[in-house]
Each structure stands twice: as structure tokens, then as C-alpha cells.
């Protein structure tokens, strides 16, 4: 695993971003030179005697194509380790698994509802306390805190209502409380913001988003700095089994290539999207923080590149027939779940990604019946607001 920073000369300066999206955990393949890694489709290593292998025994274990991608994470998020796991979930459920029947978890009270349903569904079960509130201000988490407090789990920006919170500032108070700090970085991607270097413990990927790109593959990712932290997250990782295919791991390392480009043009297409939709007489309101009035933007600008191309909206007409007929009647827009592939996708939150939180727990957090989030991509940004004008009339 990557455990020095990824530099283009010896004793040289780091590489620039671009550079190291593209180069990160990429060596030719030593027996054919082969420039991309290859898809080490095996279960098993041959072993000259008991225990002399090549570092390879098992592939629940280890994989070399996995190997390669999970050192690709790790720079790119500016860590030292990186883990790969089957889904966003899986990785989100070994974080988890590091805790302790009494011990308490202080959690955003907008998010994934995948997360959610993990921690209250499976987890609250076996003596974990999740407590949901809005990490947007962080005497909110301070208020909260208690001896039993060993995670804090953010993500910024939130799914689905993009708000910001603090990373820096969140981590002081971990600190000090002796708690992790885990980031859900699965929004913004690695191209836009590096928890880590803002003192964040563990940063999370749903790498099936932004990272793949492509909407063709299920990961989740893990990245860290500090070593025993990595070994306890291995042998979760090692132990429970939940880790993605060397054809996943393939697929992957191939969308990390494209990271940045595919980014810098969510990020213009999105600040279009969501300005256009701002001027709509039919939008009530719409949740992206590169509006300079929104709450988050100041914090937004300081921790991010770029503000992204996640944005969610609300219309004047608030009934949920209102909504549908959005959702309906697009044709570049499509109606799925998920997020970060290169085509631009609208959800329904409250039936579809966060149907699992109760309506109650919805709307007290702001999340409306009739809220519509958008995944914007790379097409032309004209042909979408094209698309947007006749769905929304």
C-alpha cells in the first residue's frame, strides 16, 4: 500500500493534481509491460513452499489489481493507505465495525439514506447509539458529545440537500474528544476536496459514483493515514470479505484516469444548472452551495475547488403529481438512483434514495416530498436546460 507521496522525480515536488489523477498506482505490468494494469482474474497464488509466495496467498486477501487501485486512492486522497471494499456500504459497515457494544456515534441528520438505514436498521441493534443532528454548525456536535463518543460520521456536501459543514473545525472537536472523524467524501470526490488534509481520520467513497464515472460498477473505498488504524480496517475488510472483484477494481482505476476532466465539466455544467433553475418562476428553491447567499459558501470555497455538479430543487408547486410530472417527462435527465456517472441522472429522494429515513425524520430535516436531485453531467449544457424547460414547462 502507497505509504509516501506520490512524486514525479526523486527528491522532486509533488505532482500536480491532473498529473497524479492520471499516473496514481500505475506501473507497467512487469512481465509484458502492459501500461494499464491487468485484471488479475485469480483466487489463488502458488506457493513455492509453506508461507514463500509473493506476497499474494489469497484474493480474499489480496489482489494486484486491487492492490494497484487501492494505492491510486490513497494518493489521490492524499493518504497513506487506501481500501477497497464491494460497495459504498461495505465500506461505510466496516468504519462501523471498529465500535463497540455502548459506544455512540453522532451522525448528520441529512444523509444518504443507505447510510442511515445501516446505523439504525442494523447497527442500533447490537448496542451502537447513532445521534442525527445538523453538523452544519458545530456546537451542534459539541452539544452531544459525551465520554461514550467515538465517531463522528459528516458527509459535506450532503445527500441530498448539499449543505456544508466544516471539516476542520468538526476535527478539532473530534480531537479533542477523542473520537474519529469520518468523511463521506462521495459528493464532492477527491478532484474537489481532501478531508484528510483538513484532519479528517478516515475519508469514504461510494466509488461507484464519481470515482467509476461510468455508472458500470459497484465499489466503496476507504483512505487513511494512520497505520493501526488501516491494520484494525484491514482485517475488517480481510475478515468479513466484502471486497470488490479485480474486474471491478479494473473498471475503477480506469474512471479514476478521467477523474479530473470529467469533474471540471460536472462543475461548469452544474454552476449553469443551477442558475438557470434559480431564475425558473416555477422553482421554488434550489440547494447548491456555489450560490453566494447559500449558508454553506464560504466554507464551501475554502475546503472545495469547485462547488460540483450535485444540485437538488423544489418547485412552487409543491404537490407530489407536480414533481412526477417532472420526473416523467424528461429524456436527457433520466430517472434512477445514484449519481457521478457522465450522464445526467434525476432522482426522487423521498421514494427512491432516502425512502428508507421516515417521512416524519424527513421533513423535520428539510427534506420535502416533492424535492427532485440531480446528478448533472458532461453533455452539452445548453441540450440540458433544453431538457429542464420542457419537463418543468
Excluded at 19 to 25: D, P, S, V, Y
Excluded at 55 to 65: D, F, I, K, L, V
Excluded at 97 to 117: C, F, H, Q, W
Excluded at 290 to 311: H, V
Amino acid at each position: 500500500m502507497q505509504e509516501t507521496p506520490f512524486q514525479l522525480f526523486n527528491n522532486e515536488q509533488p505532482m500536480k493534481l491532473a498529473t497524479k489523477i492520471i499516473h496514481a498506482g500505475a506501473e507497467p505490468d512487469p512481465s509484458t509491460g502492459a501500461i494499464m494494469t491487468p485484471i488479475y482474474q485469480t483466487s489463488t497464488y502458488v506457493q513455492a513452499a509453506p508461507g514463500q509466495h509473493k506476497g499474494y496467498e489469497y484474493a480474499r486477501s489480496q489482489n494486484p489489481t486491487r492492490k494497484a487501485l487501492e494505492d491510486a486512492l490513497a494518493i489521490i486522497e492524499n493518504g497513506k493507505y487506501g481500501l477497497a471494499f464491494s460497495s459504498g456500504v461495505a465500506a461505510t459497515d466496516a468504519v462501523i465495525k471498529l465500535l463497540s457494544p455502548g459506544d455512540e456515534v453522532i451522525a448528520a441528520n441529512d444523509m444518504y439514506g443507505g447510510t442511515y438505514r445501516l446505523f439504525t436498521k442494523v447497527f442500533e441493534k447490537f448496542g451502537i447509539k447513532f445521534i442525527f443532528v445538523d453538523t452544519t454548525k458545530t456546537s451542534n456536535i459539541e452539544a452531544v458529545i459525551t465520554s461514550n463518543t467515538k465517531l463522528i460520521w459528516i458527509e459535506t456536501p450532503t445527500n441530498p440537500l448539499m449543505n456544508i459543514s466544516d471539516i476542520s473545525a468538526i476535527a478539532t472537536v473530534a480531537k479533542k474528544a477523542g473520537a474519529l472523524l469520518c468523511v463521506d467524501n462521495t459528493f464532492a470526490s477527491p478532484y474537489l476536496q481532501n478531508p484528510l488534509d483538513q484532519g479528517a481520520d478516515i475519508v469514504m467513497h461510494s466509488a461507484t459514483k464519481y470515482l467509476g464515472g461510468h455508472s458500470d460498477v459497484i465499489q466503496g473505498a476507504l483512505v487513511i493515514n494512520d497505520g493501526s488504524l488501516k491494520d484494525q480496517l484491514h482485517f475488517i475488510q480481510k475478515s468479513c470479505g466484502a471486497v470488490p472483484g479485480p474486474m471491478d477494481c479494473f473498471l475503477v482505476l480506469r474512471g479514476i484516469k478521467t477523474l479530473h476532466v470529467r469533474m471540471q465539466r460536472h462543475c461548469e455544467n452544474g454552476a449553469v444548472i443551477a442558475h438557470y433553475l434559480r431564475s425558473h418562476p416555477k422553482v421554488q428553491k434550489v440547494y447548491w452551495p456555489g450560490f453566494e447567499d447559500n449558508a454553506g459558501f464560504a466554507i464551501a470555497k475554502k475546503q472545495m475547488r469547485d462547488f460540483g455538479g450535485m444540485i437538488s430543487f423544489t418547485l412552487k408547486d409543491e404537490s407530489i403529481e407536480a414533481a412526477n410530472k417532472v420526473l416523467s417527462s424528461t429524456k436527457l435527465f433520466s430517472l434512477a438512483e445514484s449519481l457521478g456517472g457522465v450522464e445526467s441522472l434525476i432522482n426522487h429522494p423521498a421514494s427512491m434514495t432516502h425512502a428508507s429515513i421516515p417521512r416524519e425524520e424527513r421533513i423535520k430535516n428539510g427534506l420535502a416530498d416533492g424535492l427532485m436531485r440531480l446528478s448533472v453531467g458532461i453533455e452539452d449544457a445548453n441540450d440540458l436546460i433544453e431538457d429542464l424547460k420542457q419537463a418543468i414547462g
